[in-house]
T-cell receptor, first 108, second 115 residues
Framework: GQNIDQPTEMTATEGAIVQINCTYQ??????LFWYQQHAGEAPTFLSY????GLEEKGRFSSFLSRSKGYSYLLLKELQMKDSASYLC?????????FGAGTTVTVRA | GAGVSQSPRYKVAKRGRDVALRCDSI?????LYWYRQTLGQGSEVLTY????????KSGRPSGRFSAERPERSVSTLKIQRTEQGDSAVYLC?????????????FGPGTRLTVT
């Protein structure tokens, strides 16, 4: 399998920045995804990295280092609605393997 | 347009019974996936099916899990002889690209509780 490790929980203040780290096994690796999932809802796509470097998309940025098996999701200017679970997933062939998710709580 | 939908949203089954979970994917999407999401343990893919004009390839998970695709945009995950360990959220996803998992669109999931 593709062991995916990410922190279980993070708490931050509204307007702040939070960085969620993710490590994965590199064998057969073919892309790294980040999804956002609110409780009881479908995971929604945030970002996809296949090459090393930083991808910026509005308040969210994602970084990948293939040689280190490492990615992070950066959330800037946090809003209350950003409180959710953030799932890191690596792609191996057609399959996505998800981590357990990081629950981010944004406080006023 | 409509996204991926799943039914039922919640299912309670007695241990040993069979269950069927339905997924309606986005029209035109080629590949359908089923994942099992367990609290605190991440998600694992159970099966996928890919259809084109000539054939339908269905993943065949071993044991008690099977998936059918009676229509291009419909998939049914069947679990035979349910066990308490099967309690989880079952997510369906679809993608528009054949053989690729780039940007999969997920349904809200079916929460299965086996008693």
């Amino acid at each position: 399998g593709q062991n995916i490790d990410q922190p279980t929980e993070m708490t931050a203040t509204e307007g702040a920045i939070v960085q969620i780290n993710c490590t994965y096994q590199t064998s057969g690796f073919n892309g790294l995804f980040w999804y956002q999932q609110h409780a009881g809802e479908a995971p929604t796509f945030l970002s996809y990295n296949v090459l090393d470097g930083l991808e910026e998309k509005g308040r969210f940025s994602s970084f990948l280092s293939r040689s280190k098996g490492y990615s992070y999701l950066l959330l800037k200017e946090l809003q209350m609605k950003d409180s959710a679970s953030y799932l890191c997933a690596s792609r191996n062939d057609y399959k996505l393997s998800f981590g357990a998710g990081t629950t981010v709580t944004v406080r006023a | 347009g409509a996204g991926v939908s799943q039914s039922p949203r919640y299912k309670v089954a007695k241990r040993g019974r069979d269950v069927a979970l339905r997924c309606d994917s986005i029209s035109g999407h080629v590949t359908l996936y089923w994942y099992r999401q367990t609290l605190g343990q991440g998600s694992e893919v159970l099966t996928y099916s890919q259809s084109d004009a000539q054939r339908d390839k269905s993943g065949r998970p071993s044991g008690r899990f099977s998936a059918e695709r009676p229509e291009r945009s419909v998939s049914t995950l069947k679990i035979q002889r349910t066990e308490q360990g099967d309690s989880a959220v079952y997510l369906c996803a679809s993608s528009s690209l054949a053989g690729s998992s780039y940007e999969q669109y997920f349904g809200p999931g079916t929460r299965l509780t086996v008693t």
